[in-house]
């Protein structure tokens, strides 16, 4: 992504904000209900499992696997030049929660292969989350 025209987080969402809160501090977090544990994904300010609102932010290992990728050949937007690949990861400490990456070009990836958090601080001060290969799995 490129200078002041890439897409921004919405860090004033109460349904998201601590995704991003904990982004800034280098960790990823799920959201989970405070009364009975259950993950809430997509975050939500309501468990449905216990009917609680009341749910915090939970910091998780920043490790997940590879479930699908696809490559855009097309540009759609100034900041994303092409081509460039969208991963969706699975956390590996939260089975089911699924988030998004985005890969520059057409690197070599395989269904399974572990993935990592890299955090992104860019020059506006938003810290974007996204994923890569661990470098002991690049190679097929």
């Not at 759609?76 to 070009?105: I, K």
Request: aromatic residues 8%; charged residues 15%; glycine residues 6%.
């Amino acid at each position: 992504m490129s200078g002041s025209t890439a897409p921004l987080p919405v860090t004033s969402d109460p349904d998201t904000a601590g995704f991003w809160l904990a982004a800034q501090a280098g960790q990823v977090a799920v959201c989970v209900c405070a009364n009975c544990g259950a993950v809430l994904h997509l975050p939500r300010s309501y468990c449905a499992n216990c009917r609680s609102w009341t749910v915090e932010w939970k910091p998780v290992t920043a490790a997940a696997r590879l479930v699908a990728w696809t490559v855009a050949e097309h540009q759609v937007h100034p900041a994303f030049p092409v081509p460039y690949t969208v991963v969706l990861v699975e956390l590996d400490d939260s089975p089911g929660v699924r988030l998004a990456g985005h890969l520059p070009g057409r690197p070599a990836l395989r269904a399974g292969m572990p993935m990592r958090a890299d955090f992104q601080t860019r020059r506006d001060g938003a810290t974007l989350v996204n994923w890569v290969p661990e470098p002991q799995s690049r190679t097929i």
